[in-house]
């Protein structure tokens, strides 16, 4: 058996917003193959690994990938030729060699985790295992939870609510199954309360699948999801997130945030936030501020004391920004996006730091990806806490889903995780 790699192919797909990506293939001589596409996201931090655009403005809007393309066949292929599709490590050492800047500036984040991806495929495909077995350092002891963002607004949905999304986790069960079963339940009896609320009106589905927010207030929509909950009987089994996302709505010259038509400061922020988390158990709320504003999260962390704060602009995935943010006590969890950093290693050695400080890891879709994202394997075998997820119907959230139910069948001696230790508002 030979697992060096012999040969790289690469090629531009289409995501699930119809925006090109970059898939590629990576060969071994014995002829195993992996295959890996980079997701891209709608709402992006400014200190993500970049994402190599073409920017002909004729061809996708400037969202072409034939330089990407390139590179992979013409710097990245020969570079790791040779090299043993079962040392990850070694061969993304080698991606960020190659690159030589702190973003992946040079070949582009897609690129070099479209590679990356690949090569850890083509070793799961040649030692016939699940990514979540191959990537894990010892048995996988617990399971992450499934969630669905149900309605969507800020950056992507106009004249709608500010914060781009809230979320269910059904943080209190007893397996995955029932998670799911959960999420399902409330996504078929959603519309019934949103058709009440609008009175009589049907739903919008918005970009992400989630519904539109049918009003600017946010709360409401909690409201919404609260009653949904409770007539699926499920309501003492849930908790809630919200992504902020404000780094969106932040005027960085004025250093106001743009909320509903008005101009309001950090501290006008956190008091809107801290009167929905004394109403709801929010499990961990995400990106609340700006991703400049480290001195605002500590102060945030501080005075929302009923929840975790969650970094997703603000840690992009990154070990360092981790470090930063847990040395300042900025947030208590993260959000895990591979493509933010760059490749496969760097991505765990940052979900395994945050978790071995206290911290917890949210593994994500993003917006434009497709449908056989690895992030819920990724999570599951570096003990994440739970996966963030449109609602359970189109391609990519059904792909994590079922993942995490095969997960559990496949590892009867792990539970879905356990955030007792994390939750606050009883404190």
């Known amino acids: 058996m030979s697992t060096l790699i012999k040969d790289l192919r690469a090629r531009a797909i289409i995501d699930c917003k119809g925006k090109p990506l970059l898939e590629v293939d990576v060969i071994t001589e014995d002829g195993v193959m992996g295959r890996g596409a ?14 190599l655009r073409d920017g002909d403005p004729n061809w996708y809007d400037g969202n072409g990938v034939f330089k990407a393309k390139e590179i992979a066949e013409t710097i990245i292929k020969p570079a790791i030729i040779g090299m043993d599709a079962l040392d990850q490590k070694a061969i993304d050492d080698r991606l960020c060699e190659l690159d030589g800047t702190p973003n992946k500036a040079k070949l582009g984040g897609n690129t070099t985790y479209s590679t990356s991806m690949a090569v850890m495929r083509a070793a799961c495909n040649t030692l016939n295992v699940p990514q979540y077995k191959y990537l894990a350092e010892g048995e996988i002891k617990s399971i992450p939870l499934p969630t669905s963002d149900f309605f969507a607004g800020g950056s992507y949905e106009t004249n709608t609510m500010p914060v781009q999304e809230c979320t269910i986790i059904p943080y209190k069960v007893e397996s995955i199954e029932e998670a799911t079963a959960i999420l399902c339940n409330v996504y078929k009896k959603l519309p019934e309360v949103i058709r009440e609320f609008q009175g009589g009106r049907r739903p919008e589905i918005g970009a992400m699948s989630e519904f539109m927010a049918p009003s600017t207030e946010f709360m409401d929509c909690l409201d919404i999801l609260y009653e949904t909950a409770k007539r699926c009987g499920c309501e003492d089994k849930v908790g809630f997130h919200m992504d902020c996302a404000f780094s969106e709505i932040y005027d960085k010259e004025k250093k106001v945030y743009n909320y509903c038509g008005r101009q309001i400061d950090t501290d006008e922020v956190i008091g809107i936030l801290k009167e929905a988390t004394e109403k709801y158990n929010f499990l961990y709320l995400e990106d609340p501020l700006d991703e400049t504003d480290w001195d605002g999260w500590v102060k945030a962390s501080k005075i929302l004391t009923k929840t975790t704060l969650c970094g997703d602009d603000l840690t992009v995935t990154n070990i360092d920004v981790l ?21 496969v290693s760097e991505a765990m050695a940052a979900q395994k730091y945050a978790i071995e400080h206290g911290m917890f890891s949210v593994p994500s879709i993003r917006a434009g990806g497709t449908s056989d994202d690895p992030v819920a394997d990724m999570g599951t075998a570096g003990g994440a806490a739970a996966v963030k997820l449109g609602p359970p119907k189109f391609g990519h959230a059904i792909h994590i889903v079922n993942s995490l139910l095969r997960a559990e069948t496949e590892n009867p001696q792990a539970k879905p995780f356990d955030f007792t230790p994390f939750i606050k508002w009883d404190k």
Do not use: D, M, R, W
């Open 323 to 343: 470090k930063k943010a847990h040395e300042l006590g900025a947030c208590g969890s993260f959000i895990f996006k591979p493509n933010q950093v760059g490749t």
């Open 38 to 51: 980079s997701p891209s996201g709608i709402s992006a931090g400014i200190y993500e690994a970049t994402c």
